[in-house]
């Protein structure tokens, strides 16, 4: 059973930037499709940005699109960590950010096709 622990959050000013971190223990990511979904205040779930635990297509990421260009990912085999970099935040980032794996290498955007899931950390974005 993987166990996924998400650290980073907090409060930043708009413009600001947070990297999220989050750190797996029972079982290997290496191999596993990673990544991250959030859950503002009144709103559904919504996939963040994933990268693949495929090496041969050299560990692909999928973002959100609207997020393109401010939030990025990234993998730490090594340490059995992922990460997401998020710049130029915006009021609208507020969310509880979550932590997911699946038990497939294969890049995912949907919420059904996470086995794992973080407890959450919160990210505040004031304006």
């Known amino acids: 059973q993987v166990q996924l622990v998400e650290s980073g959050g907090g409060l930043v000013q708009a413009g600001g930037s947070l990297r999220l971190s989050c750190a797996a223990s029972?079982?290997?990511?290496?191999?596993?499709?990673v990544g991250w979904f959030r859950q503002a205040p009144g709103k559904e779930r919504e996939f963040v940005a994933t990268?693949?635990?495929?090496?041969?297509?050299?560990?692909?990421?999928l973002y959100q699109e609207s997020l393109k260009g401010r939030f990025t990912i990234s993998r730490d085999n090594a340490k059995n960590t992922v990460y997401l970099q998020m710049n130029s935040l915006k009021s609208e980032d507020t969310a509880v950010y979550y932590c997911?794996?699946?038990?497939?290498?294969?890049?995912?955007?949907?919420?059904?096709?996470?086995?794992?899931w973080g407890q959450g950390t919160q990210v505040t974005v004031s304006s």
């Open positions: 997911v794996a699946s038990r497939m290498p294969k890049s995912i955007t949907r919420a059904d096709e996470i086995d794992y």
């Open positions: 029972g079982g290997a990511l290496s191999w596993r499709c």
């Open positions: 990268i693949s635990g495929n090496s041969g297509d050299g560990h692909s990421t």
